[in-house]
Nanobody, 115 residues
Framework: QVQLVESGGGLVQAGGSLRLSCAAS????????MGWYRQAPGKQRELVAL???????RYADSVKGRFTISCDNVKNSGYLQMSSLKPEDTAVYSC?????????WGQGTQVTVSS
């Protein structure tokens, strides 16, 4: 089994920064993709960013230029650096990982951006 543990959420003022981390542990042969989704109250869940094992990244248009996703294959961890945060970035952020061809999810972390 694989576990994902997230950390780094919290409350920040608009224009501030936060860094989310997602650490995978367990029976890991390879992590193919890691990423984050977010869901705000009353809104659909949206893909924020993902990174593949080869280093290919993809971002939602709403966060391009402000968020940066990275990973450490040795530590089996992913990171989402969020800068120039806006109130509309407020949501529960959930990391996921495609590990050994199965999808696993973190517990979710709240990010709140005050205006």
């Amino acid at each position: 089994q694989v576990q994902l543990v997230e950390s780094g959420g919290g409350l920040v003022q608009a224009g501030g920064s936060l860094r989310l981390s997602c650490a995978a542990s367990g029976s890991i042969f390879s992590i193919n993709t890691m990423g984050w989704y977010r869901q705000a109250p009353g809104k659909q869940r949206e893909l924020v960013a993902l990174i593949t094992r080869a280093g290919t990244t993809r971002y939602a248009d709403s966060v391009k230029g402000r968020f940066t996703i990275s990973c450490d294959n040795v530590k089996n961890s992913g990171y989402l650096q969020m800068s120039s945060l806006k109130p509309e970035d407020t949501a529960v952020y959930s990391c996921y990982a495609v590990v050994n061809y199965d999808v696993f999810w973190g517990q979710g972390t709240q990010v709140t951006v005050s205006s």
